[in-house]
Nanobody, 121 residues
């Protein structure tokens, strides 16, 4: 049973940095693709960063150059380093996983974490 647990959210000032952590468990192999999404009330999930099974990473235009997603296979952990935060980055951030990158692209991954709130003022 795959589980994703995010942490690291909080309330910060604009221009500062924050690192989100997603601890994964329950995988039988490391062929899963990972994704970071965010959501504000009343809107669909927005893709922030997608990490393919080859570890290639793709970012949304709104965060490119400011956010960095990475994985630590030894710790079964995925990170999202967020720099130069802006008020429009305020959202609930979710970690997600699926074997099929296209399901992440479609915002319909099989596994979701519970989310961690980021508020930028």
């Amino acid at each position: 049973h795959v589980q994703l647990v995010e942490s690291g959210g909080g309330s910060v000032r604009a221009g500062t940095s924050l690192t989100l952590t997603c601890v994964t468990s329950g995988y039988t192999d490391d062929g899963h693709c990972m994704g970071w999404f965010r959501q504000v009330p009343g809107k669909q999930h927005e893709k922030v960063a997608l990490i393919g099974s080859d570890r290639a990473t793709h970012y949304s235009q709104s965060v490119k150059g400011r956010f960095t997603a990475s994985t630590d296979k030894a710790k079964d952990t995925v990170y999202l380093q967020m720099n130069s935060l802006k008020p429009e980055d305020t959202a609930m951030y979710y970690c997600a996983a699926d074997r099929d990158i296209l399901r992440l692209v479609a915002r319909k991954p099989k596994y979701w974490g519970q989310g961690t709130q980021v508020t930028v003022s």
